[in-house]
């Protein structure tokens, strides 16, 4: 029988839609099971054959536990807000909301197109008011919040302003800017802008000069992982580090809980590897060196550190402070300033502009290039009272400790190199067989030397000793550092979420909840306006009128009553480190989620997508997750517990090889003859399934390759071909709309499982997909004689449910195991074996279709409305495992005879030994064997063999 795949897979996406199939029940006593994906980004290429993977697996295990019996939450949405779209505005003066909608569209066309089991009532987008309204409401809730370290979490900042009022800063433990110490007299006394400058310094959100990532073409801010090389990721613009007022968040504050909450996730382990080393704990002390010709201040003086009378160095080795011939600061420290000698102002001002065209991101990579400036200034060896020179460089970050390290060349690797080039003290400080270069500073058995309070201690001994010795001359204390450091949470740029803030005297307040959702306004352009604003500064309607608590016409600014609205807006991060929380209350319009409905959800139980997210979006959305806990909002302290990273699917790129100079185009055997410049070629401009380029067809592709000229071999032109990332960049992508077309939704489905392991990378090879749509037209003529339905009600015989068994066995096992490539191979077994025996039985047919029907739902639906079923298959009990059908009937024992084998014997698997006994003693080549004589001893092993000694 013909298997349309078109009609059947069309029929099918309809009533689903139409009876709303995998709308999902908030109320139900089946168990909960909630399955995620990683927000998608709805951008105007639509998806290739790679994006799916993630939603294929995900897909199959949300269908499978609701063959299970539970409620399973599979919802969808978009992180609609972003820069490409704003990109476009800026290019075509289409408004982002635009482009979107039409990016969304096409979105859901192609994943409805591969049948996803997705509750699309609940979808959410981030750039909608209903609900970026909840985004802003967060960021309010984190404003209006500080972290009491006593207590170990966030608290209303009401609680910290009642402490201010009944004791000043007095046993004050807080996580925040800058030490400040003031009586409760004080507080009482100051003026309400000075309060809320006192309060914007514990604040969970709060503003503050910050270096930033600036991008002068784009005109905005940058998240590191949009920048590349020193240049923007979208256009490949200059960056360069700015110094600038900034929103962020304190999830620093966070840090520790964020490391210790890693150890209850079921996450794969360089994951959580990546999160603990950009959270970056370590343990050490906090030194003060004088800097020579200024006295230490008395430590009352808050402004101290600013005026450049010492360098404060965090360090994971005060052992090592003997080898310390040298301090190097970060450039954009602000003792810089102060410290730097007229003589060495040209040099340090030329490396700190050169420093800021690189990001963080980029200098922490280049491990090897050695740079920087002398700052003319020395400081002094607290221990050794030996002078040591200051110089300035990239290779220290001002985000990580305090800015400044104490160089100990010989045992650090990048200390060893700078000093080398600029020719500074080596100094040896443990007592080691090893050569000096080779020596590892991480060592921890090594004798420390170099004073008579340390000789002979080992490391931790030393450690502690020099701890003691700083705290005790009252020039520092053994602390606790963590490499990460608050989030940057301004983007000057239009197309995302409203900031809920306006100023007041130059104090950030933030909007009524009831004012909520502070709307995205019109604006004309979608640039920085011309004083250098953001976009939002072109607004016409973009102003607050505190006394009727709206927004008004951005002219009506008086500052006593109406005053301006921040026109930074939130970055991308900001919608996504949520929606999780929002899809199990997506309509609800009086808060975020109820609190009842979190509590049934509560973790996602299956989250899978990109390792590329390991450190940005988790982190955040865990901080958040954990605030909103801290506040009573919700009751789990981490948002997902199981996730897994999938692999990539690869794209076979194609390349061309044009002589330099010319127009001119090689074929690849002949390429090494030349002097060439290796181009991408768009993969569909190939013959075939061949390597052949089509030439004429590549002449009409694009202008600059209309008069190309080819050198062939055979008369052909043979393109070069490689397996790389598959990308609208590199010409190579594959429409998951055609492979749908050609091999229907469950051909691309088992494909993408069949490919290999779930996690690992593997190449797309559209010549594949024939084999598996080979297997579905098997599989649905399993259930016809010719042309016509024909299924047996007559009981299956052992072989048949031996056949149906052991597939339920390895299909569980798998399933549960996310080990989908090799449940393909399972269903292909199976099927080939049932049509051998041609096996037509219900009682193996309907239960097959179920346990396909994860992987390929379209056809299983279809022979489950043939078997005359009128409901959904989705909801059938999944088959349960009857191990008596996989036991074997029969044995064949091999029979040995003083230790030889003569012959074997099939019997039933069920003998007693001495049953056994009697039958092989009975049987006819055993009676020639023995020619009537009696065994001398008969051993029987169930089941594996008979020896018998004569």
Known sequence: MFYDHQQIEKKWQKYWEENQTYKTSDTTDKPKFYVLDMFPYPSGAGLHVGHPLGYIASDIYARYKRHQGFNVLHPIGYDSFGLPAEQYAIQTGQHPAVTTEQNITRYEEQLRKIGFSFDWSREVRTSDASYYKWTQWIFIQLFHSWYNKNTDKAESIDTLIRHFEEKGTEGLNANQNEELNFTAEEWRNASEIDKEDILLNYRLSYRAETTVNWCPALGTVLANDEVKDGKSERGGYPVYQKKMMQWSMRISAYSERLLQGLKTLDWPQPLKDSQEYWIGKSQGAQVKFIVDGLELKEETDNSQQSTGNYIEVFTTRPDTIFGATFMVLAPENPLVETITTDAQKVEVDHYIEETSKKTERDRLADVKTVSGAFTGSYAINPFSNEKMPIYISDYVLMGYGTGAVMAVPAHDERDHRFAKKFGLEIKKVVETDEDIQEKSFDSKTSVCINSDFLDGLNYEEAKTRIIDEVVKRNIGFGTINYKQRDAIFSRQRYWGEPVPVYYKEGMPYTLPVSALPLELPEVEKYLPTEDGDPPLGNAKAFAWDEANQKVVATDLIDDKTVFPLELSTMPGWAGSSWYFLRYMDPKNDGEFCAKDLSEYWGQVDLYIGGSEHATGHLLYSRFWNMFLKDRGYIDQDEPFQKLINQGMILGMSAFVYRIEGTNQYVSKNLANEYQTQKIHVDVSLLKGTSDELNTEAFRQWRPDFADAEFILEDGKYITDREVEKMSKSKYNVVNPDDICDEYGADGLRLYEMFLGPLEQSKP???????????????????????????????????????????????????????????????????????????????????????????????????????????????????????????????????????????????????????????????????????????PKKIIVVPNRIVNIVI
């Open 764 to 934: 797309w090879n559209t010549q594949g997909l024939s084999g598996v749509y080979g297997f579905l037209k098997k599989f649905w003529n399993l259930y016809y004689n010719g042309d016509t339905f024909e299924v047996s009600d007559e009981e299956p015989s052992k072989a048949e449910y031996k056949v149906l068994h052991t597939l339920i066995k390895k299909v569980v096992y798998d399933i549960e195991n996310f080990s989908f490539n090799t449940s393909v191979s399972s269903f292909m077994t199976a099927v080939n074996e049932l049509q051998k025996i041609k096996c037509n039985k219900r009682n193996i047919l309907e239960p097959l279709a179920v346990i396909i029907s994860p992987y390929a739902p379209h056809i299983c639906e279809e022979l489950w409305s043939l078997l005359g079923h009128d409901t959904s298959i989705e909801f059938e009990k999944f088959p349960e495992l009857n191990e008596a059908y996989l036991v074997e009937d029969e044995f064949e024992y091999p029979v040995s005879v003083n230790g030889r084998m003569k012959f074997k014997i099939a019997l039933s698997a069920r003998l007693s030994p001495k049953e056994v006994e009697d039958l092989v003693i009975g049987d006819e080549k055993m009676q020639q064997i023995l020619e009537g004589k009696t």
